[in-house]
């Protein structure tokens, strides 16, 4: 098992930065590749950015160039930096692991955090 808790979000204007952080425990979190989701009120989940267990990213187009994702091994710490937020930006962010594959897939995802909310007002 890895449990997953996300913190650092909360409400910020239009332009402003966040940075989130998920802290893992339980099982190695070197072992796992780890990613960003959010979801918005009547949306689907969607993936932000992930991050292989070597250190690849990918992002998605929405957010390529204004988030950046990065793990600390030694702290078993996923983050998400997100800086000229924009209000379509505005959605609970879920931690995600994945063991075998990239997260970019909820259907790929061996565990979740309870998510994080961010709103970014305009």
């Known amino acids: 098992q890895v449990q997953l808790v996300e913190s650092g979000g909360g409400l910020v204007q239009a332009g402003g930065s966040l940075r989130l952080s998920c802290a893992a425990s339980g099982r190695t979190f070197n072992n796992y590749n780890m990613g960003w989701f959010r979801q918005a009120p009547g949306k689907e989940r969607e993936s932000v950015a992930a991050?292989?267990?070597?250190?690849?990213?990918t992002y998605a187009g929405s957010v390529k160039g204004r988030f950046t994702i990065s793990r600390d091994n030694a702290k078993s710490t996923l983050y998400l930096q997100m800086n000229s937020l924009k209000p379509e930006d505005t959605a609970a962010y879920y931690c995600a692991a994945s063991r075998l594959v990239l997260p970019t897939q909820v259907g790929s995802i061996d565990y979740w955090g309870k998510g994080t909310l961010v709103t970014v007002s305009s």
């Open positions: 991050i292989s267990r070597n250190g690849g990213t």
